[in-house]
Nanobody
Framework: QVQLVESGGGLVQAGGSLRLSCAAS????????MAWFRQAPGKEREFVAA???????YYTDSVLGRFTISRDNAKNTVYLQMNSLKPEDTSVYYC?????????????????WGQGTQVTVSS
């Protein structure tokens, strides 16, 4: 089992920044690829960003150049630095972990999920 706990969400004005953190416990963190997904009210959960075991990164087009995902294996933590935030970024953000290699983009391939943290961007 892997336990994931997100933090860092909140209310921010458009153009502002937030950094989300996801602390992992229970298994060897560096054996897992990590990702962030988000879900806005009335919408399906969508992929935001992922970082592989080897620290390769992947992003959805709408956040490219604004968001940065990173991992610190010594701290068992993955981060999502969000800059130039827009009202359409408002969502609950979820951290996820997957053990096996392969695609990063689909929530079905992830084994473990956090409880989510709310990000609200005001216009």
């Amino acid at each position: 089992q892997v336990q994931l706990v997100e933090s860092g969400g909140g209310l921010v004005q458009a153009g502002g920044s937030l950094r989300l953190s996801c602390a992992a416990s229970g298994r060897t963190f560096n054996n897992y690829a990590m990702a962030w997904f988000r879900q806005a009210p009335g919408k399906e959960r969508e992929f935001v960003a992922a970082v592989s075991r080897g620290s390769s990164t992947y992003y959805t087009d709408s956040v490219l150049g604004r968001f940065t995902i990173s991992r610190d294996n010594a701290k068992n933590t993955v981060y999502l630095q969000m800059n130039s935030l827009k009202p359409e970024d408002t969502s609950v953000y979820y951290c996820a972990a997957k053990y096996y290699t392969g695609t990063f983009y689909f929530q079905s391939v992830y084994d473990y999920w956090g409880q989510g943290t709310q990000v609200t961007v005001s216009s």
